[in-house]
């Protein structure tokens, strides 16, 4: 697969972009992540006309609209910011990115409770960045998270699980379009979907059975969204466990009966949070390969992002 371009906040990359002329360098992103994308990085700052060093700014005033304000001089910057992120983000669209990842706490890049100052010089963290709202306002569904919120391994894996997929169905948009290409994707894709959102995984199943009748563009449309919308909705150990008990059924004719007892009983100690999400995925693994399950083996939830990155270790 081509690597996978993601929108970054330029500091988290080393960049000397920040207020005070320093970066915050994340080696994940540089060293782990980076082997599999390309960076695109973006610091609104700099790049809407503010230098290095400069006076460092906050939000303050109402948080769903506050302004964007420099610290000392208490200059509002809000207007050149907006009109310069709106610029932007047409712009961006040209990038065919995966997803970006902002900088937390930012003013600027924030994408969650950042502080907004009141009247009295009091804060509340219920802010967003100016540039991280209209981005995330224009690309509605496009996978985003802060670089904070990435130190959550559970919150990590359900990111990066996300722009993986999208750089799947990217690849199918590449394609001439086709039913079948929709359809070979969903069934590829359909334990992972269930993983995500067994409600979703109904509504795509029927989509799918209606392919036939419904005008092409309308069926990639439809698709995208409810495969946006799913990989939105977080994993969890009880939503995992029931896909890991759906895929046993697959085997049912095949796995011994110790073979059984020993499956399920490392399903309850994952369901349990005894172990980790690696555990069960393993054994799963390799009864696949073994009985060579031929629905199975093409399901992307068995391997959805590189192993080098062990994501499913600490979930
Ligand atoms: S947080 Fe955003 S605006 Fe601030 S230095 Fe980093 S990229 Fe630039």
């Given at each position: 697969?081509?690597?996978?371009?993601?929108?970054?906040?330029?500091?988290?990359?080393?960049?000397?972009?920040?207020?005070?002329?320093?970066?915050?360098?994340?080696?994940?992103?540089?060293?782990?992540?980076?082997?599999?994308?390309?960076?695109?990085?973006?610091?609104?700052?700099?790049?809407?006309?503010?230098?290095?060093?400069?006076?460092?700014?906050?939000l303050?005033?109402?948080p769903?609209?506050p302004?964007?304000?420099?610290?000392?001089?208490?200059?509002?910057?809000?207007?050149?910011?907006?009109?310069?992120?709106?610029?932007?983000?047409?712009?961006?669209?040209?990038?065919?990115?995966?997803?970006?990842?902002?900088?937390?706490?930012?003013?600027?890049?924030?994408?969650?409770?950042?502080k907004v100052?009141?009247?009295?010089?009091?804060?509340v963290?219920k802010g967003?960045?100016?540039?991280?709202?209209?981005?995330?306002?224009?690309?509605?569904?496009?996978?985003?998270?802060?670089?904070?919120?990435?130190?959550?391994?559970?919150?990590?894996?359900?990111?990066?699980?996300?722009?993986?997929?999208?750089?799947?169905?990217?690849?199918?948009?590449?394609?001439?379009?086709?039913?079948?290409?929709?359809?070979?994707?969903?069934?590829?894709?359909?334990?992972?979907?269930?993983?995500?959102?067994?409600?979703?995984?109904?509504?795509?199943?029927?989509?799918?059975?209606?392919?036939?009748?419904?005008?092409?563009?309308?069926?990639?449309?439809?698709?995208?969204?409810?495969?946006?919308?799913?990989?939105?909705?977080?994993?969890?150990?009880?939503?995992?466990?029931?896909?890991?008990?759906?895929?046993?059924?697959?085997?049912?004719?095949?796995?011994?009966?110790?073979?059984?007892?020993?499956?399920?009983?490392?399903?309850?100690?994952?369901?349990?949070?005894?172990?980790?999400?690696?555990?069960?995925?393993?054994?799963?693994?390799?009864?696949?390969?073994?009985?060579?399950?031929?629905?199975?083996?093409?399901?992307?939830?068995?391997?959805?992002?590189?192993?080098?990155?062990?994501?499913?270790?600490?979930?």
């Open positions: 697969m081509e690597k996978i371009r993601l929108g970054i906040s330029t500091c988290l990359l080393g960049e000397n972009v920040r207020y005070d002329g320093g970066h915050k360098l994340d080696r994940f992103f540089t060293d782990t992540l980076g082997q599999y994308v390309q960076y695109v990085p973006v610091c609104p700052e700099v790049e809407c006309g503010l230098g290095v060093p400069r006076e460092s700014m906050h303050e005033g109402d769903d609209s302004r964007l304000i420099t610290s000392r001089t208490n200059r509002d910057m809000t207007e050149c910011m907006v009109r310069w992120a709106k610029r932007c983000v047409v712009e961006i669209g040209e990038e065919d990115l995966c997803g970006f990842i902002f900088k937390s706490d930012s003013p600027s890049c924030g994408m969650e409770r950042v100052y009141n009247e009295k010089g009091m804060p963290k967003v960045g100016i540039f991280a709202k209209i981005f995330m306002e224009h690309f509605l569904l496009l996978p985003v998270e802060d670089e904070g919120r990435l130190h959550d391994p559970k919150l990590r894996e359900n990111f990066i699980e996300r722009i993986f997929a999208l750089k799947r169905w990217r690849g199918v948009l590449g394609k001439k379009a086709n039913r079948g290409n929709v359809v070979d994707f969903h069934t590829k894709h359909k334990l992972l979907i269930l993983s995500h959102s067994p409600r979703h995984y109904q509504m795509m199943g029927k989509l799918i059975s209606q392919a036939k009748d419904l005008p092409l563009k309308e069926l990639y449309r439809q698709y995208q969204t409810f495969l946006m919308e799913s990989m939105q909705l977080k994993t969890t150990t009880r939503k995992n466990a029931n896909v890991l008990q759906h895929m046993m059924r697959y085997f049912k004719e095949q796995l011994s009966s110790d073979e059984k007892q020993e499956l399920l009983e490392v399903i309850d100690h994952y369901r349990k949070e005894y172990i980790p999400f690696i555990v069960p995925m393993t054994l799963i693994n390799h009864f696949v390969r073994k009985y060579d399950q031929p629905y199975l083996k093409q399901q992307v939830y068995l391997n959805p992002h590189p192993l080098e990155l062990q994501l499913r270790n600490h979930v």
